[in-house]
């Protein structure tokens, strides 16, 4: 891994990154210091653990998601005045996604190790192996990035990264003609953009099937949905992911009339079930992929 400094002081040798704060008067030791600190690794949905030893109780270490984009993501260590947290800036203000720890602080001259995993829109935080903080936001696919803040130096190593597929979760009826959409156009589309396309019927878990549900809609990176048929469970999944700002593709057969009123407004691929619809289908659905950045 490669690493130029963007803003402040850290070096990095064999496999560590170390902040070096300066303040050089007392109006700037008073004021904490900061670095910015990007790497050559573009990442978007997985899994990154490293450790990190602060000299300081109060320093932060925060791994940097969609640096540079409009919804910078912060997650780690000492983040808006709490121990644990995940926020998001807007507007050049960081609004709070999940925060914990209130009312304790970390430990000065203590290594911990740290565990990030973004899978969709599912960002969690474990600290020492502990889930400290979980929330929904849109990892983008950029080069990572470390914040780091405070007067006292911290040092972060193992650095460990491991991609994982994006996924494509699949709404629909199971019936045969749907079955052969899913086989014969969705998911090789899909497979062809990058992503694992999965339905309900492919999920072998002891969970209630509700929360399998909405974790794969969390987990996925985009929804296609199929609303046809009138199907409550197929009408319920699409609002959840609209409800989670999910990017969300939705298919109709032109053999329906019309769509409810509460997505009528919301643009859809129609399609005829036939050789040629397949095809066209297939164009289209190519086009919304591609319009997504995928």
């Known amino acids: 891994m490669n690493w130029i ?18 303040p050089t008067t007392k109006l700037e030791m008073s004021t904490p210091g900061f670095a910015y600190t990007k790497s050559d690794v573009y990442f978007e949905n997985g899994e990154i653990e490293f450790s990190v030893k602060l000299e300081d ?13 409009q919804n910078q993501i912060n997650v780690g260590l000492n983040y808006n005045n709490a121990p644990y947290g995940i926020g998001i800036l807007k507007n050049n203000v960081f609004e709070n996604l999940s925060v914990s720890g209130i009312g304790t602080q970390l430990l000065p001259q203590k290594t911990y190790s740290v565990k990030v995993t973004v899978k969709g829109s599912k960002i969690e935080l474990f600290v020492d192996n502990v889930s400290v903080c979980t929330a929904n ?43 052969e959409l899913y086989d014969e156009v969705i998911k090789p589309v899909c497979e062809d953009f990058g992503f694992d396309a999965t339905r309900a ?10 929360q399998d549900i909405a974790d794969s809609i969390q987990e996925s990176a985009v929804v296609i949905a199929d ?12 609002g959840y992911s609209h409800g989670i700002n999910k990017p969300t593709i939705l298919l109709c057969d032109t053999s ?18 036939k050789i040629a619809g397949k095809s066209k289908i297939e164009g289209s659905l190519r086009r919304h992929l591609e319009s997504l950045g995928s």
């Open 5 to 22: 400094n963007l803003f402040g002081n850290t070096t990095f040798d064999k496999g560590e990154l170390t902040y070096h704060p300066t």
């Open 57 to 69: 109780a109060s320093s932060s270490c925060q791994l940097v998601f969609n640096y540079g984009l």
């Open 137 to 179: 936001a849109t990892v983008e696919k950029a080069q990572l990035t470390f914040y780091f803040g405070g007067n006292s130096p911290l040092t972060v190593s193992g650095i460990t990264i491991s991609q994982d597929t994006p996924r494509v979760f699949v709404v629909m009826q199971f019936t045969e003609e749907f079955d």
């Open 201 to 210: 019927d492919d999920i072998f878990t002891q969970n209630p099937i509700i």
């Open 227 to 238: 609303i046809t048929p009138n199907n409550p469970n197929v009408y319920y999944e699409v």
């Open 256 to 273: 329906r009339e019309r769509l409810p009123f509460d997505l009528s407004g919301i643009r859809t691929i129609f399609y005829k079930n």
